[in-house]
C-alpha cells in the first residue's frame, strides 16, 4: 500500500510536470517521442487504478455471495478472471512504459547514449527494414494459415501461426510437425522460409545496425559528449558521498 501511494504522488508530479511543459511547447510538445512515454504512463497508471478497485469490489461480491450460500451456488468466474487479467496487461505496458523512460534517464552513460545514438542513425533505415519485413511476414503467415489450417493445432488461427513463424524464426519449432503434415509442402515452405526471413532479412537487419554502430562509433571518437562529463562528475560525487556516510 506504502509503494502504491508512493507511486500515485510520482504520477501526479509528472503530470504537473507535463502539463508544464504542454504550456511551454504547446502543439510542438506532441512532436516529441518522449511525450507519448510519458503520456502512456499517466494514462496505463490511473487506467490501472480504475481497474484495480474494480477488481476489489467484484472480490468482494464474490466473498459476500460464497459466504451468503456457504458455496452451495454456482458462482461465475469469468467475470473476475477478466478483470484480473486486463489489471496485469496494463501492469505490463506501465512496467514497459517505465523502462522505456529510464533509458533518458541513463542517457548520460557512454555505452547507453551510444546505442540511442545508433538506432537513431538507422531510424529511416529501420523504417523501411520493417516494411519489408511486415510484407514478407505477413506473406508467409498467409502461406502457412492456408496450407496447414486443418493439418497443424498450431496453425488452427492466425495468432497461433504467427507464434509458430516466430519459433520457426528462433530455431526452437520442430520442424517433423511440418513434415507429417506434408511430406513436400511442409519441409519446402519451412526451406523457404529459412532462407528467405532468417538468412536473408535477419543479416539485413543486423547490417543496418552494425554500420550504424560504426559511424556513431567513429563520430564519438572525434566529438567528446559533454553529457558524459556531466555523468562521469555525478558519478564521482555520488562516490564520495557514500565515503562520507561511512
Known amino acids: ?3 502504491g501511494i508512493l507511486y500515485l504522488l510520482l504520477i501526479i508530479y509528472l503530470i504537473i510536470e507535463q502539463v508544464q511543459i504542454f504550456v511551454q511547447l504547446k502543439l510542438k510538445y506532441f512532436r516529441q517521442f518522449w511525450s507519448y512515454i510519458d503520456i ?7 487506467t490501472t487504478v480504475g481497474i484495480f478497485i474494480w477488481r476489489y469490489q467484484e472480490s ?5 455471495l460464497f459466504q451468503q450460500t456457504n458455496g452451495f451456488v454456482y458462482v461465475n468466474l469469468e467475470k473476475a478472471a477478466y478483470i484480473n487479467d486486463l489489471l496485469y ?3 505490463g505496458f506501465c512496467c514497459f512504459f517505465g523502462l522505456i523512460k529510464c533509458i533518458r534517464f541513463s542517457r548520460y552513460n557512454r555505452r547507453t547514449l551510444l546505442f540511442t545514438q545508433t538506432i537513431q542513425h ?7 527494414f520493417a516494411m519489408m519485413f511486415s510484407i514478407v511476414f505477413l506473406s508467409f503467415l498467409s502461406l502457412f494459415y492456408l496450407l496447414f489450417v486443418s493439418e497443424l493445432l498450431t496453425c488452427s488461427t492466425v495468432l497461433q501461426t504467427s507464434q509458430m513463424l516466430l519459433q520457426i524464426a528462433s530455431m526452437k519449432y520442430n520442424v517433423h510437425q ?3 503434415a506434408s511430406p513436400f ?3 519446402f515452405c519451412f526451406s523457404l522460409f529459412i532462407i528467405v526471413v532468417v538468412f536473408i532479412f535477419l543479416n539485413m537487419f543486423v547490417s543496418i545496425i552494425m554500420d550504424s554502430f560504426r559511424f556513431v562509433r567513429d563520430y564519438g571518437q572525434h566529438h567528446r559528449n559533454e553529457d558524459q562529463e556531466i555523468f562521469t562528475f555525478i558519478c564521482s560525487r555520488f562516490r564520495r558521498w557514500i565515503c562520507m556516510c561511512e
Open 1 to 3: 500500500m506504502i509503494c
Open 40 to 46: 502512456g504512463i499517466i494514462v496505463c497508471s490511473w
Open 60 to 64: 468482494n461480491r464474490l466473498d459476500n
Open 89 to 91: 496487461y496494463l501492469f
Open 122 to 128: 538507422a531510424a529511416k533505415d529501420l523504417l523501411a
Open 178 to 180: 511440418l513434415t507429417n
Open 185 to 187: 509442402l511442409g519441409p
